[in-house]
């Protein structure tokens, strides 16, 4: 692991750390080659999504009736938003079971997911037929209660648009607070502590919330019955969808952080890290050993080995989950950013595989159709995707989104170009004390 | 771990998990009846069609009087613009008649497909927002002002029947409503069997229909397949009743385990969001947990802000 010299600062016992706070990146161009390569494929899906507003699914999609779902509702949704579990994941590991060091990673997690949520569900928007009649979600006397699908539809937009966007609030307000004027920084004194106030009562909703949902995902399958392969079909997907939310939050986390680190030369920090690593490697073996009590209660052990096309898909699917499981036990693995990144991505691609495979491969309607997304339907899935990406590292240039060393902090940071008081001012940590959220 | 719990925090536990082991529990034993049970019973006043394979010629009578009756065009695609030529059940076909033919024997089977008007139908557990429901007799209708379109309906239904207008921009779903709006409700027969000419489908009450298939079953013994009703426990049960002299799966109606899916899909869930009993037990335990975490943190923040001058960040 790269190795740095901590800093001489003094913090609470469970805080020592390299990665103190969050800080935003200060240096390099944004607008890179890359960052307008994913310019150009947002506005192209953006383009071709605007003209799903004129026109009828059927001439956008390769969807049919026997396969009425599509990459938008399977990928988009289904699948990312388990990458974008990382809030439920960290958070519960941080504030549930008071594993404080991962703090400093939250804000990382939070915007990646927050972006993963809003991504899949404006892409869910374009995909349902009829979205003006969407208003019946505040009408609660219309609602069918015993329906995964009202679930979802209702929790997610609320998980996204209320409590995760309450848990990146303070980002935006600390950045208010250093380019803002007096009386936006004499609001945001008063403004605050309010926010701390709420705090804890409303990460319990962020934390139930998509427990429910991330679990009526896998519900919603359980309608499907006998047209998903026996080898996934059972009565486990919704405990199994959530433990791989919980499986792809971590692991997306810590391949995010490597990533994007790595990339802008931050000093990496060792025991956020292995921590991340260790819970990532205990979901795995939770993950396999569930599905293997669930296989074995099922009778379909002998489906799952029978070494024939699904079985062997499997097979590689749960290799890709036992691969970080096992590695990541030994310390050498942990602490290499290269393997730890590398068993990362594995756990990443076989969590998804999980939560993609029983909406498409495994998905088999009676019905002798196929279904293969069409060129738009695969560039406007590919540019919400850009979209987020964009969004992501938008966020991680203008708000102290990334753990860093505190002492690396400016607070004249990339200002979105407006003057302002902080602007060139020495740095002052009486000032930074006198900050809010 | 060591907790360190005052009394009174002790107490509010203790009443927190009381009160919701209770919610969860009570009103289990006040609603003695399952919403979604196992093996469902029809009402009295179900009504059901029995189409017998054997009796059916294939004349296809009931497949202009279904277009006639519900106002949908007739499907010509195939024909060049000349005939009503459906493939399969689509956006503008509620019903058909479908040939099965063995290509290496001689034998052969007509099969009537449509809604299978289930007793315990996993479209409407489905359904989000209630668009399809179970109405009067037990016909399965479906209300354009409450459907946004998900298409889980197609996902859930074993029988493949709910069809989507992909090419419309105001798309229905269209399935066979035992033409409920049409003619049920003015006293009047299914239009396919009313136009029946042979009596290969027929309509009455589900009860009825069943004894007569069993006795049809009876009087020619060897004759039907498997001596037994499609659609008597399939998928907890249908309103749309089968006889035929070949193989079900043959003639496209899947193999079905005799458990309702909506039962399948909802046995465990149910019984945790009943009330939201589970969703509030969770949240007073993770409440717990993070008020004890956040005072944790809170006295260590301001510890280290006080040493240290950095602040903390939420």
New interface residues.
Partial sequence: MTSTQPTSDKRGTTLINHWQSGVPVTHGPILTPFVFFLLGVSALGLGLAALRFFSPLGPFSGMNDAYAWGIWKTFNVMTLTALGSGPLALGIAAWVFNRQNLHVVMRTALVSGFLFYATGLVALGFDIGRPWNFYSAILPWRWNSESAMLEISICMPLYCFVFLSFEILPLFLERLYYTGNDKARAFLRHFSPMIRKAYPFLIIGAYVIPLMHQSSLGGLLLLAGTKINPIWQSPAMPLLYLIAAGLCGFAFTIFLLLIVCLRYGRALDADVLNELANLLSGVCVAFLAVRLVDLTMRGELHTAFALNGMSLIFLFESALILTPAVALRFRRVRETPRSLLNMAALACVGGTAYRFIPTSIAYMPPHSTRYFPSAPELFIAAGWIAVGMVGFILAINYFAVLPGEASTWDHTFRPFGWPHKAAGAAYAPSVILERGA | ?SVALSRRQAFKVMVGLGGTVATGLLPKTAAAEE??PAHPVAPADAIAMLYDSTVCTGCKACMPACNEANGLPADTLLSGGIWDMPT???AQTKNIIELYQDPKSDEFAFVKKQCMHCLDP?CV??????SLKKSDWGAVTWN?????????C???C?F?V??????????QIVKCEFCYDQRLKKDLEPACTAACPTGAVIFGKRVDLLAKAKDRIATAPGKYFEERVYGEHEAGGTQVLYLSSVSFQKI?L????TTS??H???????HI?KWLSG?IA??GV??F???R??N??EL??L???K????????
Avoid at chain 2, 144 to 152: E, K, T, V
């Fill in positions: 771990m919403e979604h399969g059940l689509n996993a557990t489905g359904c989000p927002f209630g354009s002002s409450l459907c946004i379109g998900c298409r889980y197609e996902v859930a074993p493949e709910p069809q989507f207008e992909w090419k419309s921009w105001n798309p496209g899947p193999k079905l385990g899916i909506g399948y899909a909802t046995k465990v869930t149910s969001y969703p969770v949240s993770l409440g947990f993070i008020r975490n956040w944790r943190h260590e923040r510890e280290h802000e040493q240290s001058g950095f602040p903390d960040q939420l």
